[in-house]
């Protein structure tokens, strides 16, 4: 691994809290303390398989470091990601509309911890807890946003800015600037071909804003990788 991280990122710097859901953070003490209770701390492993689309789920999580990539199958494809779940959201959100389903299939991207619940026990929750409900009803509302925004996205934009978009809300999602990704997985996320992926990287690299090595991303400058990344991350942060 070559470079360092660019002094004057210190401010956009994310990798302060890596244990920590800021959806949980942010309850009232009350909510939050019988949310915590009834929750269990467990670690999660890089490409475990959560759900298929269309499974019921069997637990939502609050991640604390891992991030959850939510795909949809794309006839006889390879999966698409839509969407990906970090330490400011929940998976499973999607319980709270009465729906037991997986709409997307969802798989680990980055290995990590989460607090798990079991969906009757957030289910009886959120009976006590409006602003926890509330914010799953906005999560939701900016998961639908995001979705409509990745159409125009695969279609209109270079693979180079949607690579600089993906590691830049990656990061966000993981507290960290170092990402576990290879190019093959980057190619499937993004539905391109492996080689405009390394061309991509490439650019990337050389304009100062990651460095990458056998399947390892770090992000050296949040400021010039911003620059580079597409429209539709900015639109989905305003
Ligand atoms: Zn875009």
């Not at 604390?64 to 970090?86: F, K, Y």
Request: aromatic share 4%; glycine share 8%.
């Amino acid at each position: 691994m070559t470079g360092s991280i660019d002094p004057a990122e210190k401010g956009l710097r994310i990798g302060i809290v890596n244990d920590t859901n800021f959806m949980i953070e942010q309850l009232p003490g009350d909510e939050r303390r019988r949310l915590l209770a009834g929750a269990e701390r467990i670690t999660l492993e890089f490409g475990d398989v959560l759900e298929r689309a269309g499974d019921r789920y069997k637990r939502i999580l609050f991640p604390t470091g891992v991030v959850i990539s939510l795909a949809a199958a794309a006839a006889g494809r390879q999966d698409l990601e839509l969407e990906m779940v970090g330490n400011s959201g929940m998976h499973g959100a999607t319980v709270i509309l009465g729906l037991d389903a997986a709409p997307l299939g969802a798989k680990v991207r980055r290995s990590g911890t989460a607090w798990q619940l079991s969906i009757s026990a957030l289910r009886e929750e959120l009976r006590h807890s409006p602003v926890l409900h509330a914010k799953l009803r906005l999560q939701i509302h900016a998961c639908l946003t995001r979705h409509a925004q990745a159409v125009g996205c695969a279609h209109f934009h270079r693979v180079e800015a949607r690579l600089a978009t993906l590691l830049s809300r990656t990061v966000d999602c993981a507290g960290d600037n170092h990402i576990e990704l290879t190019h093959e997985w980057l190619a499937r996320i993004l539905g391109a071909r492996r080689v405009s992926i390394t061309q991509a990287a490439t650019a990337l690299q050389a304009c100062g804003s990651i460095t990458y090595h056998r399947g390892s991303i770090s992000v050296l400058s949040r400021r010039i990788l911003l620059r580079r990344a597409c429209s539709c991350y900015r639109e989905a942060s305003a």
